[in-house]
């Protein structure tokens, strides 16, 4: 099974997104308030923004965070946490 790591490191430098993608509701470098509502299978927390998944791992469901998006992708994002509030 491809792990969402394992796909990075296959991905990595590749340009992945289509013209459509790139109108998502978030975009790299920006800094968003969010809340954890659910796990990924890999642990990393799962945040909403405008539908699109965000992955923020050290998190747990509940958390109120504040986020920096790392990477964005045509279906979700990666993001670093910054500071749990």
Same mark, same amino acid.
């Given at each position: 099974? /491809? #792990?969402? !790591?394992?796909?990075? =490191? &296959? %991905?990595?430098? =590749? %340009? /992945?997104?289509?013209?459509?993608?790139?109108?998502?509701? !978030?975009?790299?470098g920006? #800094?968003?308030?969010? +809340?954890?509502?659910?796990?990924a *299978?890999? @642990?990393?927390g799962?945040?909403?923004?405008?539908?699109?998944?965000? #992955?923020?791992?050290?998190? +747990?469901? @509940?958390?109120? !965070? %504040? &986020? =920096?998006?790392? *990477? !964005?992708?045509? *279906? #979700?994002? &990666?993001?670093? /946490?910054?500071? =749990?509030?």
């Amino acid at each position: 099974m /491809l #792990f969402l !790591v394992d796909w990075l =490191k &296959i %991905n990595r430098g =590749k %340009n /992945l997104l289509t013209e459509q993608d790139r109108n998502s509701p !978030v975009s790299e470098g920006a #800094f968003h308030d969010v +809340k954890i509502d659910s796990i990924a *299978r890999e @642990g990393d927390g799962i945040a909403h923004i405008q539908g699109l998944v965000i #992955f923020v791992p050290g998190t +747990k469901i @509940g958390d109120q !965070v %504040n &986020i =920096k998006i790392e *990477r !964005v992708m045509p *279906r #979700f994002a &990666i993001a670093a /946490l910054t500071e =749990k509030n």
